[in-house]
């Protein structure tokens, strides 16, 4: 799957904000860009996720997967965060492919 197929995947997927978490999982992992060894990426432990997300201005694509995977499998964060981190995410480098 080229970059522009992701990033239109993922527009898709937000026009159709039906909000559930595993809609994005699903995604990531059709596009095999989900980052099961996200902890990998991450230089907190446990994993902060406020902090990680500092890092998210400057992240690559690989980084950015990281991310969103990290959002999608930490079970202490609540929905509204995720909206918060998506939109975040879409001013990434994610979407300037």
């Not at 904000?17 to 999982?25: P, V």
């Not at 201005?57 to 990290?70: Q, R, S």
């Amino acid at each position: 799957m080229t970059n522009i197929e992701k990033k239109e995947k993922f527009q898709n997927l937000l026009a159709k904000n039906t909000g559930k978490e595993e809609s994005y999982y699903t995604c990531l992992e059709e596009m095999d860009d989900l980052k099961t060894n996200y902890n990998d990426y991450m230089t907190t432990a446990p994993i902060d996720v406020e902090t990680e997300l500092k890092g998210l201005p400057g992240a690559d694509y690989d980084l950015c997967e990281a991310f969103l995977t990290m959002i999608l499998r930490e079970d202490h964060l609540v929905m509204e965060h995720l909206k918060e981190d998506i939109v975040m995410v879409k001013s990434s480098p994610l979407w300037n492919v």
